[in-house]
């Protein structure tokens, strides 16, 4: 199965990454020994404090920057999820904002190595390419702290796989997770999802040799639009570029919502443009009069009582997708 991969971008400690480039050019360079000559001897360890300082640096920060996403490379699904945790334009401009900065120190070492060679105090060229990269750190800090914090939002992207899924919707206590459980044949697997303080659950079964995927989002497709937050509104605008098909759930017994309350949350969820199978649910908790009802109020959309067996459920659902 091919997931929908996000890079998950590495932390960095750029408090002390100075300090530390630092503290490993002056350890690297006293290993320099051989050299008789005293003013080649420290003209040698000046050049290698300014290689091995700037190296350690650009070496970091070339993997850091190099760890985040490239956002035109990502899908749609992606860009959805990630333009709703970050301003993608402030995240553009800070991450090649960072890259700039480590272009500054490669062309400080460049430059101070070429000044060591002409100049007959070594030292004073090594201090002067301290505190021009030092200069820098307030800048680097500020960056990477922004992008720290934007890497830990990344993460929590779920790796949704690229297959037929399967998108169960609405109401809450309608019996979704039930039906994700019976239609896996297991636990759903619990992953945080980038849009809410609840969670996503997902599932999966095997039919005919095909794999297919099972999203359960609650807290994203049991509001009204109007209802809906502008992260809201985008999460559901990113699960319409998922390849599948809405299964809604309905509560016969209308214990926490009523039949008319669940159409009108259908008819916010044709918006996606998605096929839809409605599963009338909770039939043995349901009077006659209110399955009876339950039929007509969704008849014109292909419906299935649950309580039917489960392979009747998952043919409709294959059937529909495709």
């Known amino acids: ?10 932390y960095l400690d750029a408090e002390n990454l100075f300090e530390n480039a630092m503290g490993y050019a002056r350890k690297e360079a006293g290993k320099i020994s051989g050299i008789r000559n005293t003013k080649k001897l420290i003209y040698a360890k000046e050049k290698a404090r300014i290689g091995f300082m700037a190296d350690y640096l650009t070496g970091k920060l070339d993997l850091y920057i190099n760890s985040f996403p490239v956002v035109s490379q990502l899908n749609e699904f992606q860009k959805e999820s990630l333009d709703s945790l970050i301003e993608l334009k402030t995240f553009r401009k800070e991450l ?17 190595l070429a ?14 390419f301290y505190g021009r990269v030092l200069s820098l750190k ?16 990344l993460k929590e992207i779920p ?9 169960v919707a609405g109401f809450p206590n309608s019996g979704k997770t039930t039906i994700l459980k019976r239609l896996t044949g297991s636990e ?18 095997t039919e005919k040799y095909k794999d297919f995927q099972i999203i359960d989002t609650p807290g994203l497709l049991d509001r009204k639009e109007e209802e809906r937050n502008l992260i809201e509104r985008k999460a559901v605008n990113a699960l319409k570029n998922l390849d599948g098909i809405i299964l809604f759930v309905v509560d016969l017994s209308e214990e926490s919502y009523s039949l008319q309350e669940q159409k009108s949350l259908l008819k916010e969820l044709e918006k996606l443009g998605k ?23 969704f008849n014109e959309f292909e419906c299935i009582f649950t309580g039917e067996n489960d392979n009747s459920l998952k043919e409709k659902l294959i059937e529909k997708m495709n």
């Not at 062309?107 to 101070?112: C, E, Q, R, V």
């Not at 839809?276 to 009876?292: F, H, P, S």
């Open 1 to 10: 199965m091919k997931k929908m991969k996000m890079p998950k971008p590495k």
């Open 96 to 112: 090649g904002y960072l890259f700039k900065l480590n272009t500054v120190i490669k062309n400080l070492k460049k430059n101070n």
């Open 115 to 128: 000044s060591i060679r002409k100049s007959d105090k070594p030292e004073k060229v090594r201090k002067t």
């Open 138 to 153: 307030k800048d680097v800090v500020r960056t990477v702290n922004f992008l720290n914090e934007t890497g830990r939002k």
């Open 159 to 167: 790796e949704i796989q690229f297959m037929p899924s399967v998108i």
């Open 188 to 205: 759903p697997r619990i992953a945080s999802y980038p849009f809410t303080t609840q969670k996503i659950e997902l599932g999966y079964f």
């Open 275 to 297: 096929k839809i199978v409605v599963a009338l649910n909770k039939e043995d908790l349901a009077a006659e009069e209110q399955k009876e009802k339950g039929k007509k109020e």
